[in-house]
């Protein structure tokens, strides 16, 4: 299927890759809304894919969920240089309590496009996890975003 936009009435051109993306992003917001169900690995993942792949800079962001996984708030919360992000387990801890989340997902992409988590990636996720613990706040993965490609910690085990 190809995407169409209507210059004016009556005459469509196919859109650019820009638009299909702006509209994939529209589409997958108006999904995941304040107290929609992110209901499996595969939706969480297509979901940061579309917000994260073409970001030109490393952005840490988390989903805000409730104890039943439905979501409160996705946010971008750091913001970097093209290969690293200084980031505040701190920062993620308060926004969990001022959310009143109870669980979260914690994402970054790799503008490289290689998605493969880094030793300081697999720490990040330890200290906020542990963090969060302390609040009752469960930290359900960390999925690392790179180009189309995704890698979640949890499924690899390294949280």
């Not at 589409?27 to 894919?49: C, I, M, N, T, Y």
């Not at 720490?123 to 906020?128: A, G, H, K, P, R």
């Amino acid at each position: 299927m190809k995407l169409v936009v209507e210059q004016s009435p009556g005459l469509y051109r196919p859109a650019t890759d820009d638009e299909a993306v702006a509209e994939a992003r529209r589409v997958l917001a108006s999904r995941h809304r304040k107290g929609s169900r992110l209901d499996s690995p595969s939706e969480v993942k297509d979901f940061l894919v579309v917000r994260m792949a073409g970001l030109e800079r490393e952005v840490l962001s988390a989903v805000f969920l409730t104890a039943q996984h439905s979501v409160i708030e996705y946010r971008e919360i750091f913001h970097g240089t093209l290969t690293q992000t200084a980031v505040y387990p701190r920062e993620i801890v308060r926004l969990a309590l001022i959310l009143n989340a109870g669980a979260v997902i914690l994402a970054h992409n790799h503008p490289s496009g290689e998605p493969e988590p880094s030793r300081a990636d697999e720490y990040l996720t330890t200290q906020v996890k542990s963090a969060l613990a302390l609040l009752d706040v469960r930290l359900l993965d960390h999925i690392v975003v790179g180009g189309d490609r995704t890698v979640s910690m949890a499924e690899r085990g390294l949280m």
